[in-house]
């Protein structure tokens, strides 16, 4: 937990509590204090303490702080959840939802079917859909584990020690050498070169495939060897993660032989994220700022909720608030249950009309029994209403879905072996981390001018 805010106000109200007692001050000024402490004060902030070192007697209070680990998670489901969340997601489809719907109908009102004939075709739909799921996710977990596992080199007690990612914290300084990957968000310290400087790509960010300057801090960019960087003594101030990779606010305090620390303000320039590569430069040295989930990349990561296509979704609003209908599964599922619900409504109300006669001869078959006559009208009319319904619930085909995510699985696989989407350069081919978006790369046309590449997050 971060104490400087807690801090920076328990001494701005002393202080000012401290003058409003000597001058007599009114309820007035103590609410217009209130007031100026939340717009000035109430600014999310975290101290860093490089290499884990208390500041020096008397600079300002050590207080641990608890940061998450360097773990990253990109899996949507647990061994224990996997069952309520894969069918939670699963039923939020219009289709499964429906055919849920007509499945208890059928258990709880007389109806012309069985509710066989939609049980078993739904529960094969769900099923054959959440093994897939399953396995793609299994998937995600195996890649997780492997990039949690890389090795990462920290200087520890003026040496390079080698260790696992997921074992970085916060304030622990982390050398990178040329082509390889971030760790986690730095701040640059020091480079091979001489001026303090660092090539970086951040294609797997942005898209941008040119090489990004960034600069080290002038007062530690000298440091060239592992003895020099960890003789460092400061603190880093810092604003509390947030998404905007662009964005970025802070200020070291470097704290040698003079009393007052040199201070020196810290942006973007200064910032490696998580993801990015080093290039042109021999090796750098940086200390860890954001970790784990609290990187700008993992703040970017969409929701682990089930993604949907612009295929499958259909329902879109529009500045105005009006919906609109794309052409799409679920738009056409829309337009078949109303139509569904049209037949339902004017079977029901033709079967009253010819019933509304007395002296109408009806079937031996369709006589009603006495429990039926003694019933409220609307009662019968509603339970008329849901049996037709059900009889003409297969205007609606059950195996749409699992015939859909069947071709998605295997179409996933003709993409990665598509030889004209190998990458020479990093040598690997496409690779396919959710077949729900295959076919949002045809939705890439648009954007073919655009110098940045296209990319679907997992």
């Given amino acids: 937990m971060d104490f400087s805010l807690l801090r920076n106000i328990i001494s701005r109200y002393i202080t000012v509590a401290g003058e409003i007692g000597e001058s007599g001050g ?7 204090w209130i007031k100026e402490l939340r717009e000035e004060n109430w600014v999310d902030s975290r101290t860093v303490y490089i290499g884990h070192k208390e500041p020096p007697p008397g600079a300002e209070a050590y207080i641990p702080q608890r940061y998450p680990d360097n773990r990253i998670v990109s899996s949507k489901y647990t061994f224990w959840n996997f069952i309520p969340k894969n069918l939670f997601e699963q039923f939020r489809r219009i289709a499964n939802f429906y055919f849920l719907v007509i499945f208890l109908v059928q258990l709880i009102i007389d109806t012309p079917t069985s509710p066989v004939t ?11 859909t959440a093994i ?14 492997s990039i949690n596992e890389c090795p990462v080199d920290v200087v520890q007690q003026e040496k390079v020690v080698r260790t696992q990612s997921h074992k970085l914290r916060v304030g622990d300084v982390v050398m990178v050498r040329e082509d390889e990957t971030f760790p986690c968000d730095l701040i640059f310290l020091s480079s091979s070169r001489d001026d303090g400087t660092c090539y970086v790509t951040t294609t797997s960010l942005d898209g941008e495939s040119s090489h990004k300057t960034y600069y080290a801090v002038p007062d530690t960019m000298a440091f060239k060897t592992e003895q020099e960087v960890d003789s460092l003594h400061a603190t880093i101030e810092c604003e509390q993660p947030q998404p905007d990779l662009y964005k970025f606010v802070g200020r070291i305090n470097i704290y040698k032989d003079k009393e007052e620390p040199v201070s020196r303000t810290l942006g973007a320039e200064n910032l490696l994220l998580r993801g990015a590569t080093l290039k042109n430069t021999q090796h750098i040295y940086a200390v860890a700022v954001y970790t784990g989930m609290e990187t700008k990349m ?17 329902v879109t609003l529009t500045p105005l608030h009006s919906i609109t209908l794309c052409r799409s599964m679920n738009a056409f599922l829309i337009v078949y249950l109303c139509i569904l619900i049209s037949k339902a409504v004017i079977n029901t109300v033709l079967k009253y009309a010819w019933q509304w006669s007395p002296d109408r001869d009806e079937p031996w078959y369709n006589h009603r029994t006495e429990n039926e006559r003694q019933r409220h009208v609307v009662i019968r009319a509603f339970t008329d209403f849901l049996a037709f319904m059900v009889l003409f619930n297969y205007i609606i085909p059950v195996s749409m879905y699992v015939t859909v995510e069947m ?3 295997l179409g996933s696989y003709f993409i990665t072996w598509d030889e004209e989407m190998f990458d020479e350069e990093l040598g690997q081919g496409a690779q396919v981390n959710t077949s729900d978006l295959n076919e949002e790369l045809g939705q890439a046309c648009g954007w073919t001018h655009s110098s940045k590449l296209y990319c679907i997050d997992n």
């Fill in 26 to 32: 009114s309820e007035e000024k103590k609410h217009s």
């Fill in 132 to 145: 897939k799921q399953g396995y793609e996710d299994w998937l995600r977990h195996k890649a997780d584990c």
């Fill in 298 to 314: 993992a703040l970017n990561y969409q929701s682990k909720s089930q993604k949907r296509s612009a295929v499958e979704n259909s």
């Fill in 118 to 128: 939609s049980g078993l075709p739904l529960f094969f739909v769900i099923t054959v």
């Fill in 407 to 409: 071709q998605k699985f």
